[in-house]
């Protein structure tokens, strides 16, 4: 039989085993109803809400927007064309929606280029590494150009090609509107024009003639269409309605004074 002072150390144990229960008892109850716990509680079930309607409304976006290119594959077979999706350019379902590729062979007919400066159609290249706001000021300034007349000469005063083209378009034809010249040696971001004109048209040197945005040659390419009387018609091929008149003048005309950009 345990001693008395045995019985005493089992007695004080367990009434401070029921005090301890009692207590955290007493303050998970406190907790559950105290002001915080119930604002965090309310603020997690509505996020909850929330994210459950947003996932709601994505579904039923999701839904809507497969039922739709689902009608238009099923227009665009009706009429015999190929569905493209407006995302991927692909099949119907990962390709550009809305879109249409017409089809001989059952193939995608390739995209055309995009239109660059002076109406010219050509494929889109991609941006510049390297490119800064001085290369951005220049194809500002080179749209500002090509902006004062159908026909620009891009040259340097010191070139002998470039006086040979000069030569060629500016008295020995009579052209309106006259041609205007930008001597690049001469222009305040020259360096840089010549830089942008080397991307766009793939003509790094001087002269460069462009008609309406599209580069027709230097000096000797002016010198061949001269001699093979084939200038007046390139031009106003290239110039369509803004060129009114390309005529040869004869050695006696008075020769034009050219519009000059420097």
Same mark, same amino acid.
């Given at each position: 039989?345990?001693?008395?002072?045995?019985?005493?150390?089992?007695?004080?144990?367990?009434?401070?085993? %029921?005090?301890?229960?009692?207590?955290?008892?007493?303050?998970?109850?406190?907790?559950?109803?105290?002001?915080?716990?119930?604002?965090?509680?309310?603020?997690?079930?509505?996020?909850?809400?929330?994210?459950?309607?947003?996932?709601?409304?994505?579904?039923?976006?999701?839904?809507?927007?497969?039922?739709?290119?689902?009608?238009?594959?099923?227009? #665009?077979?009706?009429?015999?064309?190929?569905?493209?999706?407006?995302?991927?350019?692909?099949?119907?379902?990962? #390709?550009?929606?809305?879109?249409?590729?017409?089809?001989?062979?059952?193939?995608?007919?390739?995209?055309?280029?995009?239109?660059?400066?002076?109406?010219?159609?050509?494929?889109?290249?991609?941006?510049?590494?390297?490119?800064?706001?001085?290369?951005?000021?220049?194809?500002?300034?080179?749209?500002?150009?090509?902006?004062?007349?159908?026909? %620009?000469?891009?040259?340097?005063?010191?070139?002998?090609?470039?006086?040979?083209?000069?030569?060629?378009?500016?008295?020995?034809?009579?052209?309106?509107?006259?041609?205007?010249?930008?001597?690049?040696?001469?222009?305040? %971001?020259?360096?840089?024009?010549?830089?942008?004109? #080397? $991307?766009?048209?793939?003509?790094?040197?001087?002269?460069?003639?462009?008609?309406?945005?599209?580069?027709?040659?230097?000096? $000797?390419?002016?010198?061949?269409?001269?001699?093979?009387?084939?200038?007046?018609?390139?031009?106003?091929?290239?110039?369509?309605?803004? %060129?009114?008149?390309?005529?040869?003048?004869?050695?006696?005309?008075?020769?034009?004074?050219?519009?000059?950009?420097?």
């Amino acid at each position: 039989m345990p001693s008395q002072r045995r019985m005493r150390l089992y007695v004080l144990l367990l009434a401070l085993a %029921i005090i301890i229960t009692l207590y955290m008892t007493r303050s998970s109850s406190q907790t559950r109803t105290s002001p915080f716990y119930v604002k965090t509680q309310e603020a997690l079930q509505a996020a909850e809400y929330v994210e459950a309607s947003k996932q709601r409304d994505a579904e039923k976006v999701g839904s809507r927007l497969k039922a739709a290119a689902d009608d238009a594959r099923k227009a #665009a077979e009706e009429k015999g064309k190929k569905f493209v999706d407006s995302v991927t350019g692909g099949d119907a379902d990962k #390709a550009p929606r809305g879109r249409y590729a017409n089809s001989k062979d059952g193939k995608q007919q390739p995209l055309e280029g995009v239109a660059v400066v002076g109406g010219r159609t050509q494929d889109k290249k991609p941006a510049k590494e390297n490119e800064t706001e001085d290369y951005h000021e220049a194809e500002v300034e080179l749209n500002t150009i090509l902006k004062k007349s159908p026909i %620009i000469i891009f040259s340097k005063t010191y070139c002998p090609h470039s006086r040979k083209a000069k030569h060629i378009l500016l008295q020995t034809y009579d052209i309106d509107p006259a041609p205007y010249v930008v001597e690049l040696d001469e222009h305040p %971001i020259g360096l840089k024009l010549q830089e942008v004109l #080397a $991307d766009t048209t793939g003509r790094r040197t001087v002269p460069n003639v462009m008609v309406l945005g599209q580069s027709i040659g230097g000096g $000797d390419q002016m010198q061949e269409l001269d001699e093979t009387d084939t200038m007046a018609e390139t031009i106003k091929k290239l110039g369509d309605t803004r %060129i009114t008149r390309v005529t040869r003048r004869s050695q006696q005309s008075e020769m034009p004074r050219a519009r000059r950009r420097v």
